[in-house]
């Protein structure tokens, strides 16, 4: 099928290399146990011809031995020498018995080199196959670990080391496609999550500090407040010059900056509680999901004066979203526009991108040039005094990272705030 490779195995390729050097080593023992006959030929030509010393015994007892040149195939020189498959035997010779004593086939016939040289041919016919097999053995092995074993496993040694020294800023990189190579990878995938893991967990960390630096920031205000009202009190109520009604005032202010300070803190727990929130997303019905929401804010609306208009522009029959972070989110991003609002608030849903996003857009006077410059801050400047918007925005952008996506802010022309929800599906 097309698009489908089929994995290499480190099977496949040892039995690849070993059939190749099975292929290298019969090749070269041919070539050699040919070129040795034909050396052989060389050193000894091919007459048709061999020396037969034969030992005569006469019928009174005398001995005699000599020494016939015979053509192979004359058999009618010396018919009862040769028998029918052309081989020599014993046999009578014109009424004398004879023996063959031994059978020169040419060599015998040349010289002292060339006898040394054709024992030698003979010689590397049967040693140099056996030389060549055990060269191609090792040949084969220590080419197969140096290519197929070698590199993979320096990869992965290496991997190791950098790992131990906590150092994930490196990449396993291996292009092998056996068992090996996947198992790179594999380390390189192992990789890429323990160091996104530790990117996610250097970035809490930051923004747990960026958290404790904004809130001690914040709570300056209302405890320099506090600390000048009852410092002011004291130092006049032993005067005996304060009155009713500028005390009842003081006391007044003392008392917003302290709903401040309790609201700071309510946020605070409420921030630290949200990594405890598991996301789940499930399918969720678009028509039911518009009907909640319609439901849910048209009566704070109608309380308020406000007209409450919800758009949906998704066609998909359902979403894949944890439902219960959205209508959290919600509540914090509509409230602020309730109370913004002029007259009208707009939500509307849609796909952008294969995200999830709902809009939400008031006609009131927009978010303060602070709160847009200061958006991608861990906590969300206020955009007014008494911390309204700030701590709403910084939960809802928390959820909305959490569920895989993110928060916008945004003004409109002529006027008008524009907060729009990103739910990562």
């Known amino acids: 099928m097309e698009g489908i490779k089929r994995r290499k195995t480190l099977k496949m390729e040892f039995f690849a290399a070993v059939s190749a050097t099975l292929l290298v080593v019969a090749a070269c023992s041919a070539v050699t146990v040919w070129g040795c006959l034909r050396f052989q030929q060389w050193l000894v030509p091919a007459d048709h011809s061999v020396m037969v010393c034969i030992d005569y015994a006469y019928p009174d007892g005398r001995k005699e031995g000599i020494a016939l040149r015979c053509v192979i195939d004359g058999k009618e020189v010396i018919p009862n020498i040769l028998r029918e ?44 196959p056996v030389l060549y097999a055990v060269a191609g053995i090792f040949l084969c092995a220590r080419r197969f670990y140096q290519k197929k074993l070698s590199p993979p496993i320096l990869a992965l040694e290496d991997a190791a080391g950098h790992i131990s020294r906590q150092d994930l800023d490196f990449t396993v990189s291996c292009e092998a496609e056996n068992e090996l190579g996947q198992l790179c990878r594999s380390f390189e995938q192992m990789r890429q999550a323990l160091y996104e893991n530790d990117r996610e967990l250097w970035k809490m960390l930051e923004e747990r500090k960026m958290i404790q630096a904004s809130i001690a920031h914040d709570l300056r205000n209302p405890i320099t407040i506090i600390e000048g009202y009852a410092e002011y009190l004291m130092l006049h109520l032993q005067k005996g010059d304060l009155s009713s009604e500028k005390t009842a ?19 605070v727990r409420t921030i630290g509680q949200l990594d405890d929130i598991e996301i789940e997303r499930t399918e969720v019905s678009v028509q039911q999901l518009i009907s909640d929401i319609t439901g849910d804010f048209s009566l704070i609306a109608s ?30 991003i509509v409230s602020n526009s309730f109370r913004y609002a002029k007259e009208t608030i707009v939500i509307s849903a849609a796909l952008e991108n294969g995200c999830f996003a709902v809009t939400v857009t008031d006609d009131g006077d927009g978010y303060p040039e602070t709160v847009l410059k200061g958006q991608n801050r861990m906590l969300l400047p206020a955009a007014d005094e008494n911390g309204h918007c700030g701590m709403g925005l910084t939960i809802g952008r928390l959820l909305c990272r959490k569920h895989g996506g993110r928060l916008e802010l945004s003004n409109r022309d002529p006027h008008g705030a524009v907060t729009k929800i990103i739910f990562g599906i």
Do not use: H, W
Request: glycine residues 8%; positive net charge.
């Open 303 to 332: 309380e308020r004066n406000i007209k409450l208009r919800v758009e949906n522009r998704i066609r998909k029959e359902t979403v894949r979203i944890d439902a219960s972070v959205l209508y959290r989110v919600l509540e914090n």
């Open 85 to 128: 498959d052309g081989r020599l035997d014993s046999g009578s010779f014109c009424g004398t018995t004879l023996s063959v004593k031994s059978v020169d086939y040419g060599i015998g016939r040349r010289g002292p080199r060339r006898k040394i040289a054709y024992q030698a041919s003979a010689v590397c016919m049967a040693l140099f």
């Open 249 to 267: 005032g003081m006391v007044d202010n003392i008392a917003k900056a302290a709903g401040r300070l309790e609201q700071y803190t309510e946020s």
